[in-house]
């Protein structure tokens, strides 16, 4: 899977996307993420990106041309499944949508900043707006970090342990129970006596109460309850 990211600021991603699990995807060729600086394709001295809104509104928007541009030079290299902006109108961002990009051959990010992203790319080259949650950030960065980190994770092989990834929280639909580690009993306080018992039936019982449980209490909307 190759991820091209597209920003004003690319120095905020170069730790996240260069440690951990994403670290080893990139080292086992399971993935390659690819950053690019926006300034690269605008014109004139100062590389300039942004400019003011028409209509007067207070900010700065990016420009039409140097995004164009990047995206059109990437498309003539490879083909593209989804063109995402990073956005706060669009769809909310889950587990079943990182699933779902985690299938894809090659995906283009596209950073928001500034008051946002000419409506005209928005409206002609994009195909996919996601949002990671209802705030203002100071730019896409960060939710194209969050994007790339939840998909790279879940591709076969980039975890040592695929089954972890498949317990992980919301990949039923529900939270995920508790979890205990050694020792067994540490200030007075004791692990469930059923995940030290070795009876597996009875502990996947215990999880499966116990993530319904947490899910009731602490997230009812993924229930449907109120």
Known sequence: MRIDIL??????LTSPLNE???RRAQEKGLAEIVVH????WAEGRHRQVDDY???GEAGMVLKPEP?????QELKSQREYDEVIYTSPDGVRYDQREANRLSTLGNIIILCGHYKGLDHRIREHL???EISIGD???TGGELAAAVIADSVVRIIPGAIGDEASALTDSFQDGLLAPPVYTRPAEFNGWKVPD?????NFAEIEKWREEQALERTRLLRPDLLGET
């Open 53 to 55: 809104p028409f209509g």
């Open 20 to 22: 951990s699990i994403l």
């Open 7 to 12: 920003t004003v600021v690319p120095e905020l």
């Open 37 to 40: 600086n926006i300034r690269d």
């Open 126 to 128: 994009v195909t996919r």
């Open 194 to 198: 059923v995940l030290l018992s070795g």
């Open 135 to 137: 705030y203002v950030l």
């Open 67 to 71: 995004v164009f541009r990047c995206i």
